[in-house]
């Protein structure tokens, strides 16, 4: 009995899906990825110098500029040119954030804004939050039965 | 220099998203939210400080860092009201960037129309 | 009326009396471009939201189609229209103006030759006098309701297809036309466990050969009895998987095999692998291929419109996809005794 395609479908057409270049896919990312962060240590450095915010707190103002601008680039269509070509490259940074929040509540202001941009602002970042919130109670709560129990 | 190494360890970071992406098919939401969790676990060994010294922006802007935030905050509660301060200062120091991701991605859909 | 196994062929002489097509700037840039009837150069196509806009397609494609005939909405006997949409909106929507009876279905990418299979049968069988087949589709909100919101910037993989912002609407009786419709054969459900929403060409493949098999099976027909066989959107990747599924059945298409999403779009148009949407096969069959039947380029042709019927909740719940082809033969009239 003659081995036929539709017997193990799912490995057969293998050979027939393009494998992504790997190696042109994780220059692209490290490059925009990279270019994203220096960007943000130059705004960092313009909080700590320019108005003199101590160098704990300069963080803060610093993501949220980097929001505003991934918000801004969300909003002028450009956000999502660039998520194809990065990838990774501008997911990881907060601005992917950012970019998941803006472009759900932007795609949903036809349905209003209390049901519509206010309801699906989280559909895509509610994740994040979730397990983020999650993950920091779990470690918390063991590094304080740790930090207890070892007084 | 500083600029450099931002550079390069932020870049890292994301080669590290890139391959979850390309090769486990995960997507964008699995990657982002397990640098979460990954974030959360590295401040828990006191790592990630130290990661945050060295790199900078490199360390502070991916998404990881948002997990470490998170666990900070957690800490720095609970060293001051002991177990419930978990709850009370989880988003002490993430505050800044949730709220104004909030605020601003709400001002984008109310000025903007997306274009497709 | 002739039934053999899923075939229907029609024992009257069914025709095409006319077509309309709208679609949207991608489209109108492409390959095709100077065929489609109506082109809109913005995606919103001059309304303030994406169902808005996919709304207004069909409804030109409609307006087009009937002017086209010379007929007025109460001259037609049945609306058979269908979408990607939840609830079918757009077709339903549309619908509410025309106040025509309305069969509504669903079959995803298939439902160009679903709809026009049924209509076709209404016809054949004397319960209809005239009936008008539409389907649509649109980039936005099939993104918005399958995949992501149209701004994210989620990498998407070369397997992708980019669906078609296009409607297309035929207008079929019993009078007389230069384009007959012969036979139809109604595709089975064919899951073979594929589970990337990212990469459908590959899931529709086999739906698309078993119709083309059984078809030729039913009709007792070779591939030499057809000029063209058409896909609807089985892409890049599909297109070889299907020619060599169907290699291994004795069926050889390869030089007869074009597939509409290909045909849609240039390389160049960063469309990753190709076209897909109802509106696909809807607009490319509805211009191109009817003008190639209409200049003699091509006497006979078997258009096969894919479908994949997944839902996002389905693809969360780790199912797999399954899919469905249906095939309608489209013939010249002047040709002769069909047989």
Same mark, same amino acid.
């Given at each position: 009995?003659?081995?036929?395609?539709?017997?193990?479908?799912?490995?057969?057409?293998?050979?027939?899906q393009?494998?992504p270049?790997?190696?042109?896919?994780?220059?692209?990312?490290?490059?925009?990825?990279?270019?994203?962060?220096?960007?943000?240590?130059?705004?960092?450095?313009?909080?700590?110098?320019?108005?003199?915010?101590?160098?704990?707190?300069?963080?803060?103002?610093?993501?949220?500029?980097?929001?505003?601008?991934?918000?801004?680039?969300?909003?002028?269509?450009?956000?999502?040119?660039?998520?194809?070509?990065?990838?990774?490259?501008?997911?990881?940074?907060?601005?992917?954030?950012?970019?998941?929040?803006?472009?759900?509540?932007?795609?949903?202001?036809?349905?209003?804004?209390?049901?519509?941009?206010?309801?699906?602002?989280?559909?895509?970042?509610?994740?994040?939050?979730?397990?983020?919130?999650?993950?920091?109670?779990?470690?918390?709560?063991?590094?304080?039965?740790?930090?207890?129990?070892?007084? | 220099?500083?600029? =450099?190494?931002?550079?390069?360890?932020?870049?890292?970071?994301?080669?590290?998203?890139?391959?979850?992406?390309?090769?486990?098919k995960?997507t964008?939401?699995?990657?982002?939210?397990?640098?979460?969790?990954?974030?959360?676990?590295?401040?828990?060994?006191?790592?990630?400080?130290?990661?945050?010294?060295?790199?900078?922006?490199?360390?502070?802007?991916?998404?990881?860092?948002?997990?470490?935030?998170?666990?900070?905050?957690?800490?720095?509660?609970?060293?001051?009201?002991?177990?419930?301060?978990?709850?009370?200062? =989880?988003?002490?120091?993430?505050?800044?960037?949730?709220?104004?991701?909030? =605020?601003?991605?709400?001002? =984008?859909?109310?000025?903007?129309?997306?274009?497709? | 009326?002739?039934?053999?196994?899923?075939?229907?062929?029609?024992?009257?002489?069914?025709?095409?009396?006319?077509?309309?097509?709208?679609?949207?700037?991608?489209?109108?840039?492409?390959?095709?471009?100077?065929? $489609? *009837?109506?082109?809109?150069?913005?995606?919103?196509?001059?309304?303030?939201?994406?169902?808005?806009?996919?709304?207004?397609?069909?409804?030109?494609?409609?307006?087009?189609?009937?002017?086209?005939?010379?007929?007025?909405? *109460?001259?037609?006997?049945? $609306?058979?229209?269908?979408?990607?949409?939840?609830?079918?909106? @757009?077709?339903?929507?549309?619908?509410?103006?025309?106040?025509?009876?309305?069969?509504?279905?669903?079959?995803?990418?298939? @439902?160009?030759?679903? @709809?026009?299979?049924?209509?076709?049968?209404?016809?054949?069988?004397?319960?209809?006098?005239?009936?008008?087949?539409?389907?649509?589709?649109?980039?936005?909100?099939?993104?918005?309701?399958f995949r992501y919101?149209?701004?994210?910037?989620g990498q998407k993989p070369d397997t992708a297809t980019? @669906?078609?912002?296009?409607?297309?609407?035929?207008?079929?009786?019993?009078?007389?036309?230069?384009?007959?419709?012969?036979?139809?054969?109604?595709?089975?459900?064919?899951?073979?466990?594929l589970k990337d929403p990212f990469d459908m060409g590959s899931a529709?493949?086999?739906?698309?050969?078993?119709?083309?098999?059984?078809?030729?099976?039913?009709?007792?027909?070779?591939?030499?009895?057809?000029?063209?066989?058409?896909?609807?959107?089985?892409s890049?990747i599909?297109?070889?998987?299907?020619?060599?599924?169907?290699?291994?059945?004795?069926?050889?298409? *390869?030089?007869?095999?074009?597939?509409?999403?290909?045909?849609?779009?240039?390389?160049?148009?960063?469309?990753f692998a190709?076209?897909s949407?109802?509106?696909?096969?809807?607009?490319?069959? $509805?211009?191109?291929?009817?003008?190639?039947?209409?200049?003699?380029?091509?006497?006979?042709?078997?258009?096969?419109?894919?479908?994949a019927?997944l839902?996002?909740?389905?693809i969360?719940?780790?199912?797999?996809i399954?899919?469905?082809?249906?095939?309608?033969? $489209?013939?010249?009239?002047?040709?002769?005794?069909?047989?």
């Open positions: 009995m003659t081995n036929k395609m539709k017997d193990d479908y799912s490995n057969q057409i293998k050979q027939y393009p494998k270049n790997y190696i042109w896919n994780c220059t692209k990312a490290f490059v925009v990825g990279g270019t994203i962060c220096t960007i943000g240590q130059v705004i960092n450095n313009m909080y700590i110098y320019v108005f003199h915010f101590s160098e704990e707190n300069a963080g803060n103002p610093t993501v949220a500029t980097l929001i505003l601008i991934s918000a801004l680039l969300t909003g002028f269509g450009i956000y999502d040119r660039l998520g194809q070509f990065a990838g990774a490259g501008s997911a990881v940074p907060v601005t992917g954030f950012a970019n998941s929040m803006t472009s759900a509540a932007l795609e949903h202001k036809s349905e209003g804004f209390v049901l519509g941009v206010a309801t699906n602002m989280f559909k895509l970042a509610g994740s994040v939050i979730v397990f983020g919130v999650v993950a920091a109670y779990l470690v918390g709560i063991i590094r304080y039965i740790v930090s207890v129990s070892l007084s | 220099m500083e600029y =450099v190494i931002a550079f390069i360890a932020g870049g890292c970071i994301c080669i590290i998203g890139q391959l979850l992406l390309d090769i486990f995960l964008p939401a699995h990657v982002m939210s397990s640098f979460v969790v990954i974030g959360a676990i590295l401040d828990g060994f006191g790592i990630y400080d130290r990661f945050i010294e060295f790199a900078g922006a490199g360390a502070t802007v991916p998404i990881t860092s948002f997990g470490h935030s998170l666990l900070h905050g957690a800490m720095k509660g609970a060293d001051e009201h002991g177990f419930i301060g978990i709850g009370m200062g =989880v988003f002490e120091l993430t505050s800044a960037g949730i709220s104004s991701a909030i =605020v601003f991605a709400f001002l =984008v859909a109310v000025f903007f129309r997306p274009k497709g | 009326m002739g039934l053999m196994g899923g075939t229907w062929t029609f024992e009257n002489r069914i025709y095409v009396n006319s077509s309309g097509t709208a679609v949207g700037p991608k489209e109108a840039e492409g390959p095709l471009g100077q065929t $489609f *009837d109506i082109s809109h150069e913005d995606l919103h196509c001059g309304e303030d939201n994406w169902e808005l806009a996919e709304r207004r397609l069909m409804e030109q494609a409609i307006d087009q189609c009937l002017t086209k005939s010379n007929l007025q909405t *109460d001259q037609v006997d049945f $609306f058979i229209a269908g979408d990607l949409l939840n609830q079918n909106v @757009t077709s339903n929507y549309v619908a509410r103006h025309l106040q025509i009876p309305t069969i509504c279905m669903f079959g995803a990418c298939s @439902t160009s030759m679903e @709809t026009v299979a049924i209509g076709s049968q209404l016809v054949d069988s004397g319960f209809a006098n005239k009936i008008v087949a539409a389907t649509s589709s649109h980039n936005a909100t099939a993104e918005r309701q919101p149209t701004e994210y910037g980019a @669906t078609v912002t296009g409607a297309g609407a035929v207008l079929i009786s019993q009078e007389y036309s230069d384009i007959v419709i012969t036979s139809a054969t109604i595709g089975k459900v064919v899951d073979y466990g529709m493949a086999p739906a698309a050969a078993d119709t083309i098999q059984r078809h030729l099976q039913d009709l007792n027909r070779t591939t030499n009895d057809y000029d063209m066989f058409i896909t609807g959107d089985l890049g599909g297109s070889p998987i299907l020619k060599d599924l169907l290699k291994e059945e004795g069926i050889d298409i *390869d030089e007869k095999h074009f597939d509409c999403g290909l045909m849609i779009y240039r390389p160049d148009q960063n469309v190709g076209g949407g109802c509106a696909c096969s809807a607009v490319v069959t $509805f211009s191109h291929i009817f003008n190639m039947l209409r200049s003699k380029e091509v006497d006979r042709v078997f258009v096969v419109a894919t479908g019927l839902s996002p909740t389905m969360q719940q780790k199912e797999s399954p899919t469905i082809a249906h095939g309608v033969v $489209f013939e010249r009239a002047e040709r002769g005794v069909h047989h």
